[in-house]
């Protein structure tokens, strides 16, 4: 699991009940369905006629990354290189098949294979940057999806303010209906803030985050291959790798 996502949205939701706890508030006050309704369905409406349903789709899957999937670490692809790299220089590029069967990560996979298969270096950098430009755009759009929702949010939760307030003014006769459309007003403003800023706004921020980590990582993918197919020695290789993640800012 992430810690540090799952740690961050209950203090930032315990935080604003709290807050209103020790204000002399009742928890039933900030617990309103229709304010909920009103808030929450509109945003997704918002955003799903904003986004074609395979995004959405995409992006409810994405998080598993902010909550479960830690961020890889990048350390035991760097001794995995070193080892790739002492088989190349004892036996050729071809030793490695047997090796590439076993890889995992279908992104290294695919660079060790065509790095196995003797293509041009700068071809192989060429095609392998091509596939990072493709998978950070597909990543970016996904993260757009909580970011759009964040947007749409606060303006649905003053929408819902405003129901609130015509069902008010409506019932001004009707003391006994004041108080629901009053308490409907005010928390659909705060489902609306609260969840752009204590959620869709983080989890948007958190996938970028994660992105850029993991471009990073995939830069030192490259390199590593690279550095294999132009017979780098091992150790040469492991300290050039470890450079180039501190250079990045990259860690475990």
């Given at each position: ?16 009940i709290g ?225 180039f993640l ?7």
């Amino acid at each position: 699991m992430n810690p540090a996502s799952i740690i961050g949205l209950v203090i930032g939701v315990a935080a604003v009940i709290g807050g209103n706890l020790l204000e002399g508030g009742r928890l039933s006050s900030v617990f309103q369905p229709t304010a909920a309704f009103i808030v929450f369905g509109g945003t997704f409406g918002a955003t799903l006629l904003s986004f074609p349903l395979r995004d959405i789709l995409k992006a409810v899957a994405s998080l598993r990354d902010v909550f479960l999937d830690p961020r890889p670490d990048p350390v035991p692809y760097i001794e995995e290189f070193v080892r790739y790299c002492g088989i190349a220089r004892r036996s050729g590029l071809i030793a490695l098949e047997m090796e590439i069967s076993r890889i995992g990560d279908p992104f290294l996979k695919k660079a060790m294979t065509l790095a196995a298969d003797h293509m041009n270096i700068k071809l192989l950098r060429e095609t392998m940057e091509q596939e990072n430009m493709t998978y950070e755009t597909e990543k970016r759009r996904i993260a757009r999806v909580f970011e759009t929702a964040g947007g749409f949010a606060p303006t649905v939760g003053i929408l819902g303010a405003v129901l609130g307030l015509i069902h008010v003014m409506e019932n001004l006769t009707d003391p006994s209906k004041l108080g629901a459309g009053i308490a409907v007003a005010f928390v659909a403003t705060i489902y609306g803030v609260g969840s752009a800023n204590l959620v869709l706004l983080p989890i948007s921020k958190k996938l970028i985050n994660r992105l850029s980590f993991e471009l990073s990582v995939r830069e030192m993918l490259i390199e590593g291959v690279v550095g294999i197919q132009t017979g780098l020695n091992p150790y040469y290789l492991r300290e050039k790798l470890k450079v180039f993640l501190e250079e990045k800012g990259v860690s475990g």
